[in-house]
């Protein structure tokens, strides 16, 4: 059964929502901001762990977002997940300072191509169980295609069956954003959800365009349940107007 999953998304320091396809390192002024909290990242972190609200993760964009994420992994030890920017080098920290599971994407693909070697000495070094490997691509010619650094650069790497079997055999879940409806609100990727059903065999959230209740019935009718779904811009506790919330928890009460 399709469950809501929350997020923290980080950019300098703040919980922000951005538009996922606006994030360009050569142009800040491009940047889309859709919110900007008042609010700390311990306020999201200790909300989401009094409503039992499982399998979140935080996501530093950028630089300058260690202190925050840390700050939102000490709100709820080994509560959240936590990724942007994970390697080799600190994972293991990162799962010292209380992450449940590290999340990784860019670290795979170096130079954009795909290095199975780093995915299985990065499974070898946290477990499996704490490894989620963040598929999130863009839409290209009908296929989706893994994009990384804050999603500008699409990688070798095609989402289909064949490469999320391979992926699986080393991490426990995936996080698939899809990028070109990321912050939009204008409705998921209801193709990609659908596949995703029918391709996934472990825990999977997906994020982007979610904008009111009716998608998580969406996500979970497509998916057969087998696909969980973050809302961002359109969440009350993010400046958006198109989901409560409580409305949220009280799904995850009702789909147990």
Same mark, same amino acid.
């Given at each position: 059964?399709?469950?809501?999953?929350? =997020?923290?998304?980080?950019?300098?320091?703040?919980?922000?929502? #951005?538009?996922?396809?606006?994030?360009?390192?050569?142009?800040?002024?491009?940047?889309?901001?859709? %919110?900007?909290?008042?609010?700390?990242?311990? %306020?999201?972190?200790?909300?989401?762990?009094?409503?039992?609200?499982?399998?979140?993760? !935080?996501?530093?964009?950028?630089?300058? +977002?260690?202190?925050?994420?840390?700050?939102?992994?000490?709100?709820?030890?080994?509560?959240?997940?936590?990724?942007?920017? #994970?390697?080799?080098?600190?994972?293991?920290?990162?799962? *010292?300072?209380?992450?449940?599971? @590290?999340?990784?994407?860019?670290?795979?693909?170096?130079?954009?191509?795909?290095?199975?070697?780093?995915? &299985?000495?990065?499974?070898?070094? @946290?477990?499996?169980?704490?490894?989620?490997?963040? &598929?999130? =691509?863009?839409?290209?010619?009908?296929?989706? !295609? !893994?994009?990384?650094?804050?999603?500008?650069?699409?990688?070798?790497?095609?989402? +289909?069956?064949?490469?999320?079997?391979?992926?699986?055999?080393? =991490? *426990?879940?995936?996080?698939?954003?899809?990028?070109?409806?990321?912050?939009?609100? +204008?409705?998921?990727?209801?193709?990609?959800?659908?596949?995703?059903?029918?391709?996934?065999? #472990?825990?999977?959230?997906?994020?982007?365009?979610?904008? *009111?209740?009716?998608?998580?019935?969406?996500?979970?009718?497509?998916?057969?349940?087998?696909?969980?779904?973050?809302?961002?811009?359109?969440?009350?506790?993010?400046?958006?107007?198109?989901?409560? %919330?409580?409305? =949220?928890?009280?799904?995850?009460?009702?789909?147990?």
């Amino acid at each position: 059964m399709t469950r809501f999953n929350g =997020c923290i998304d980080l950019h300098h320091g703040k919980v922000k929502q #951005i538009v996922g396809g606006s994030l360009l390192d050569d142009s800040p002024d491009q940047l889309t901001t859709n %919110f900007v909290s008042e609010e700390s990242p311990s %306020f999201y972190s200790r909300l989401y762990k009094e409503n039992e609200v499982t399998r979140c993760h !935080v996501i530093k964009l950028g630089p300058n +977002n260690d202190e925050a994420a840390k700050e939102a992994l000490a709100a709820w030890p080994q509560g959240l997940q936590v990724g942007g920017g #994970i390697t080799l080098e600190n994972a293991q920290q990162w799962l *010292s300072y209380g992450a449940s599971k @590290v999340i990784v994407t860019s670290y795979l693909f170096p130079g954009a191509k795909f290095s199975k070697e780093r995915l &299985v000495q990065l499974c070898e070094l @946290v477990g499996k169980d704490r490894l989620v490997v963040d &598929v999130s =691509c863009r839409k290209k010619n009908d296929k989706w !295609v !893994v994009a990384m650094d804050k999603w500008q650069t699409m990688t070798d790497m095609e989402v +289909n069956k064949d490469t999320l079997d391979m992926l699986s055999q080393y =991490c *426990s879940e995936f996080l698939i954003h899809a990028a070109d409806v990321e912050g939009l609100c +204008n409705g998921i990727d209801e193709a990609l959800v659908e596949r995703l059903g029918e391709w996934v065999t #472990i825990p999977t959230t997906y994020a982007g365009g979610g904008r *009111s209740m009716e998608d998580l019935k969406l996500v979970d009718k497509l998916s057969n349940g087998k696909v969980d779904l973050t809302f961002g811009s359109a969440l009350d506790i993010f400046g958006g107007n198109g989901v409560t %919330f409580q409305e =949220c928890v009280e799904w995850n009460q009702q789909h147990k």
